[in-house]
């Protein structure tokens, strides 16, 4: 067996190790030269019963493994934990951390020479990633693709769009339980995770614009044919990487990084990109900022229209021509030269793809919007940054001076948001504290609280909402997110009370809490922090490790890698 795979260290052997390590995996019925010289390629499934979206990925492994065996590799399919977004409580956030050092420590632990990592809804693509960076062998991803449209009433719906017009719809149009039950049992009809260019989309497209999947696998439909055809080449691909030793160290290089901000202010792409990116280049090596998103990414004209911010859904999206037609439309944007697991670049696999549908995808020459990526606030209310995503945003707000109406929590939003005798209008400001990393735990997707009923009776349809949380990608508004430092630990969110005005100008990348320093001071030192929402376990030691969105929401210690070297044997 060659010394050159890692895995020789616990097959290759014939000393008493050698034996235990071979002897009780031949449980499993492998024969003799499943141990010499196959690159072993660990299979990481985030299937889950209870992670709806992933829910086909147990099928999909055996997929990946045909390719594995084709090419000569021996495959081994490890679960890690699995992260469903609709399920979990309070929020899978909390969990994406947890996950990505059960991905890093099982790859890590085993005789494993190349990864491939089987992911869906949100989080199970950012944890895994930043799991298999932390190791730093070689590993492709295959993305396992969105549900089929959503239909309700002869019209597509999103998957994840409807529910935020759930009390819209009910106090405007006066929609019925059964009404929703309608749309209930229509908005999920397929395997796949939600068909939106939400966060699951986003990270899907975020993968493929790293350089991390085949070409086009991100808007392949779940249940499309085409979805097995790339699961299966991807598993004879990454037998192919570990002999040419393509870690994805040499793929994740600043330059995939910015390609990745590009790409996603093209597609329209949620606002949790930017942690999770964030988190990603922690883990490897490079040196990205929250700024970096703005500098790069806000100039960059949105492509793709689909909800939450435009018409259509991915299915949509995928028999327009998929990503490699916007990659191709911004080519002028990207690095063309970026290396990607199939070892050509990002140039030579997205030549000139046609696109089939421009209402879809627009082109360059005619977008749908002249300038979509994120754009980084700055200012006394968030000292080291807060996001916006304007084109998701009214327009007539994105300079505005409006009077603040505090919540203090989520509890206190609910409580009285609705209370007919609350002094709020639609120039007001909603602000809303301790949905924080730390302040919730977990950073929970509320930035985008529904508007109070009175107002949405009247037909307001929008207001300014400024946060410490984050905001589902299936969602929109004039939304601020992301305040770091957050209001938990004392940053000035702590510090706003109802009635300052506020001042978010989206142009200048200004927000401005129009309270003066000495008063600020003279709250700040009256303040005290809310008390730890426990001392132990899991959670205390989130809250002891989290970092700031600003920062990507890693643990402090997690950021960089340990490699894949491990000294040491069972005895
Ligand atoms: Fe899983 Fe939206 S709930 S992707």
Redo the contacts with the bound molecule.
């Keep these: 067996m060659s010394k050159k795979l890692r895995s020789y260290d616990w097959f290759g052997k014939s000393d008493k190790m050698g034996f235990v390590h071979r002897s009780w995996l031949r449980n499993q019925g492998y024969p003799d030269d499943y141990f010499k010289d196959k690159p072993v390629i660990g299979i990481c499934n985030t299937w889950s019963e209870l ?3 992933n829910g086909h990925l147990r099928d999909f492994a055996e997929i990946v493994k045909r390719g594995v065996r084709e090419a000569g590799g021996f495959p081994l399919e490890f679960p890690v934990t699995s992260l ?3 399920i979990m409580r309070p929020t899978t956030m909390l969990f994406r951390n947890l996950a990505s050092m059960d991905t890093e420590e099982s790859i890590r632990a085993n005789p494993i020479d190349g990864v491939v990592l089987l992911t ?3 989080k199970t693509t950012p944890s895994t990633v930043m799991g298999a960076c932390s190791v730093d062998l070689p590993t492709i991803v295959v993305p396992g693709g969105p549900m089929l449209n959503g239909r309700f009433r002869g019209e597509c719906i999103g ?2 769009s409807f529910n935020w017009m759930i009390k819209e719809k009910r106090s405007v149009e006066q929609y019925t339980d059964e009404d929703i039950h309608e749309a209930e049992v229509g908005a999920a009809r397929s395997q796949g ?2 068909m939106t260019m ?3 989309s986003t990270m899907a497209c975020m993968v493929e614009a790293l350089g991390l999947t085949l070409p086009g696998a991100a808007a392949i439909p779940a249940v499309d044919a085409r979805k097995k055809v790339m699961a299966h080449l991807s598993g004879r691909r990454i037998v192919e990487m570990v002999r040419e030793d393509l870690k994805l160290s040499k793929i994740l290089t600043r330059k995939a990084f910015e390609n990745a901000i590009v790409v996603n202010a093209g597609v329209g792409g949620s606002t949790n990109f930017i942690i999770h990116l964030l988190a990603i280049a922690g883990r490897i090596g490079v040196d990205l900022k929250l700024e970096d998103f703005d500098t790069n990414g806000s100039k960059i004209p949105l492509l793709v229209n689909l909800k939450p911010s435009g018409k259509y859904l991915m299915e949509d999206f995928y028999y327009a021509g998929g990503l490699p037609v916007v990659i191709n439309e911004l080519k002028k944007y990207l690095h063309n030269d970026a290396i990607t697991v199939n070892g050509k670049t990002i140039g030579e696999n997205n030549i000139n793809p046609p696109c089939y549908n421009h209402d879809v995808i627009a082109a360059l020459d005619q977008p749908l919007q002249p300038e979509a990526g994120i754009v980084v606030l700055k200012g006394n209310l968030c000292e080291n940054g807060a996001v916006i995503k304007p084109s998701a945003a009214s327009k007539e707000l994105m300079k505005h001076r409006g009077r603040a109406v505090v919540f203090e929590t989520m509890d206190d939003y609910h409580a009285r948001i609705d209370d007919p005798k609350l002094d709020i209008d639609e120039r007001c400001v909603i602000v809303l504290k301790n949905v924080g990393p730390v302040g919730y735990p977990g950073m929970p997707e509320v930035g985008n609280v529904d508007l109070p009923e009175k107002l949405l009776q009247k037909g307001v349809r929008d207001m300014i909402r400024i946060s410490d949380g984050r905001m589902s990608g ?1 969602a929109g508004g004039t939304v601020v997110l992301h305040v770091s430092p957050e209001s938990a630990i004392g940053g000035t969110l702590a510090l706003v009370k109802d009635g300052d005005m506020i001042e978010p100008d989206i142009d200048k990348r200004k927000l401005h809490l129009d309270v003066s320093d000495e008063e600020l001071k003279k709250r700040k030192s009256s303040w005290t922090p809310p008390p730890p929402h426990t001392e132990r376990g899991y959670v205390k030691f989130f809250l002891d490790h989290i970092q700031q969105a600003d920062l990507g929401c890693d643990f402090d210690i997690l950021r960089g890698g340990s490699g894949s070297v491990v000294n040491g044997d069972l005895h």
Excluded: Y
Aim: net charge negative.
């Design positions: 992670t709806p979206c469903g977004e609709t869906g809804c949100d998957s994840g995770h939600c939400g966060t699951a299936t």
